[in-house]
């Protein structure tokens, strides 16, 4: 029974990676990009681990993995911001059907500070 | 055959292609901020993927490969990052 728990999460991890890998892909931006990558791939890779945690049933194997979600949902939103800020401010093209950018004239460009 | 083995090998084509396809943007990517997105999430599922392999193999000490890929992951992109930004200050 819990074969195929375990056999249900990890396929369902696996199409979530897939799904993400399509997204960087065929995004057309460096920000549409990151918003594809960011979510998909945690949630996918948390599924995976939790599915093989299923079928080992071993503590040891279990703390691990939870170690791994919990540093990977700390630490994707932290990498993410830090991408971001960088390619605002190395001036990455937008995608030419961007309607709003709130942020326009509002950094100083010598300093990297809000005005 | 048994489902966890099929389910198994089903994932392994799924994460190799997701693999294949993020290494191209790693390849095409127009600017290097790109280029570190992808290597990102190539690590990732570099985690998935040895987490399946130790069922194929049945050996779970190929967790321990993803609790390292996860710190390095994080510590290379946020390297990358501050080195990309603090090169435009003046």
């Known amino acids: 029974m819990i074969e195929y728990l375990s056999g249900i999460f990890i396929l369902t991890g696996s199409l979530l990676i897939l799904i993400s890998a399509i997204g960087i892909l065929k995004m057309p931006d460096l920000f549409t990009r990151m918003s594809a990558t960011t979510k998909a791939s945690t949630l996918g890779v948390s599924l995976t681990l939790i599915g093989v945690s299923l079928t080992w049933l071993d503590i040891s194997t279990f703390t691990k993995s939870i170690t791994i979600i919990i540093f990977l949902f700390l630490t994707a939103p932290v990498a993410a911001h830090a991408i971001g800020r960088a390619g605002y401010f190395d001036k990455v093209k937008l995608w030419e059907k961007t309607l709003v950018n709130e942020l326009k004239d509002k950094y100083d460009e010598n300093t990297h500070k809000l005005n | ?70 710190l390095i992951a994080f510590l290379g992109t946020i390297a990358y990052a501050y080195y990309l930004e603090r090169r435009l200050l003046k």
Do not use: H, K
């Open chain 2, 1 to 70: 055959m048994n489902f966890l083995n099929l389910c198994v090998q089903i994932s392994f084509i799924l994460i190799g292609i997701s693999l294949i396809l993020v290494f191209f943007r790693i390849l095409v990517g127009p600017s290097n901020e790109d280029r570190i997105v992808a290597l990102d999430l190539f690590t990732a599922n570099g985690i998935a993927f040895f987490s399946v392999y130790s069922l194929f193999y049945m050996n779970n000490i190929f967790i321990d490969i993803g609790l390292i890929m996860a």
